[in-house]
């Protein structure tokens, strides 16, 4: 089936002021919620990345997730809510002391909880696994869809499945054309990475997948009941604990063992430590492979290191400024985007500077190292 798929674009301003009732009564958003209820896909934005939404009750509409993103079978969807009565609609038991305080703490907001899951939520949404994954967004038009549709929505990343995920309505839009009917446009995503995805249901908290709520914010809720794996592997040698820790770390949530977030064009991470070494790295790389052309997504830091030495070396290639070290959000927000920019600019091949894995960094250096290639 092919679509006319129409792009809505939603005024600003009643996101950003949270005017529920306004977005509620928004002819976009009842068109987005009928659709829904009839069971096809609807695209929309949240505070992470944008989500290709359907009844997570509905197995019909669930398939068409994963049709439309050419998403394998075993990889479950999480599923969103706009209130904590549709939780208690979802799982089964009772929700535990430690699940309460970090839903108390980071709801609505990027943490995905996995419980154990209802028979009524079809074996389709969670890849045949008897745990759901939940989250309750905080972009207020995420909310106000779920609140008008009146349905949980299962919902991935509004991304072809392995590609990078969608920061912009027009991501989506590249990959769905014709494919989807409808895709809300709420502008940038202010977060940039997906949710963090944390298991609840063992004796430890432990991480899935690293995103948007950082291990050190867990960390300061959970206290000492905080699986601390990274810690672990930090006995090993430096480099060889950070590509463990960050490729292999989260081995649990199905999703992560697939190429993910990845450009077209070769994605390759320069490392740097102690980022002192990065301008001669650079300079290095040039000179291996002349006639290439190359797309560097480089710190501000860095950017400002280059001018200094007032070096044309990268004159005639192409450099973005992917935010400020000392400021990991400001990359965040800016990662997928800018891979999708590089990619549809016929480069050989796209070099992104490593950050330090502290804080939202190291959902930024997970979704790197899983996007790059390492030689
Ligand atoms: O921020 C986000 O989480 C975004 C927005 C749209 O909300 N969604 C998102 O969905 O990133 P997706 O499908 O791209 O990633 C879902 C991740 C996958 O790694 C999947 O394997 C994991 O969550 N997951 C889902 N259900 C799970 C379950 N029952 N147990 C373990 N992992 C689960
Ligand atoms: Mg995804």
Redesign the pocket.
């Known amino acids: 089936m092919t679509y006319n798929t129409r792009v809505e674009k939603i005024d600003h301003k009643l996101i950003k002021k949270k005017q529920m009732e306004m977005l509620k009564n928004h002819p976009a958003v009842q068109q987005a919620a009928d659709l829904l209820s009839q069971g096809e896909t609807v695209a929309f934005p949240?505070e992470?990345?944008?989500?290709l939404g359907a009844d997570a009750t509905n197995k019909k509409a669930v398939n068409r997730i994963y049709k439309a993103k050419g998403r394998p079978a075993d990889?479950?969807?999480?599923v969103?809510i706009a209130h904590i009565e549709q939780l208690y609609q979802i799982i089964a038991g009772d929700l535990s002391e430690i699940g309460d305080s970090l839903i108390k703490n980071f709801w609505p907001g990027?943490l995905?909880l996995?419980f154990p899951k209802k028979e009524f939520i079809p074996a389709e949404t969670?890849a045949g696994?008897d745990?759901?994954?939940v989250?309750m967004?905080s972009h207020a038009l995420a909310l106000a869809l779920i609140e008008v549709a009146n349905l949980p929505l299962a919902?991935?990343?509004?991304n072809i499945s392995g590609a990078p995920?969608p920061t912009r309505a027009i991501h989506v839009l590249d990959d769905f054309k014709g494919s989807i009917p409808l895709i809300l446009d709420g502008g940038p995503c202010p977060v940039g990475v997906?949710?963090t995805?944390v298991?609840i249901r063992g004796d430890k908290v432990e991480i899935?997948?690293p995103?948007?709520i950082s291990r050190e914010e867990l960390q300061r809720v959970t206290g000492n009941i905080f699986e601390e794996k990274i810690e672990k592997s930090e006995i090993d040698s430096e480099i060889d604990s950070k590509e463990k820790k960050i490729k292999n770390e989260y081995p649990?949530?199905?999703?992560?063992k697939y190429r993910h977030y990845s450009p077209q064009t070769p994605l390759y991470i320069i490392d740097d430590d102690n980022h002192n070494k990065i301008v001669g790295k650079i300079k290095g790389l040039l000179q291996s492979y002349t006639g290439m052309k190359m797309g560097f997504i480089l710190s501000q830091e860095t950017i400002q290191k280059i001018n200094e030495l007032k070096m044309n070396y990268l004159k005639g290639q192409t450099v973005k400024k992917m935010g400020a070290r000392k400021n990991p959000e400001e990359i965040a927000s800016r990662l997928f985007n800018l891979l999708r920019e590089l990619d549809k600019m016929n480069l050989d091949r796209i070099y992104i500077e490593a950050i330090s894995t502290r804080g939202i960094g190291e959902a930024v250096m997970n979704r790197i190292y899983k996007a790059g290639i390492t030689e």
Not at 75 to 78: A, F, G, K, S
Not at 155 to 158: D, G, L, Q, R, V
Not at 252 to 256: D, E, H, L
């Open positions: 949240t992470t990345v944008y989500g990889n479950p969807l999480i969103h990027p995905t996995i969670t696994l745990t759901v994954a989250r967004p919902a991935p990343s509004a995920s997906e949710s995805v298991d899935l997948r995103g948007g649990i949530s199905p999703g992560m």
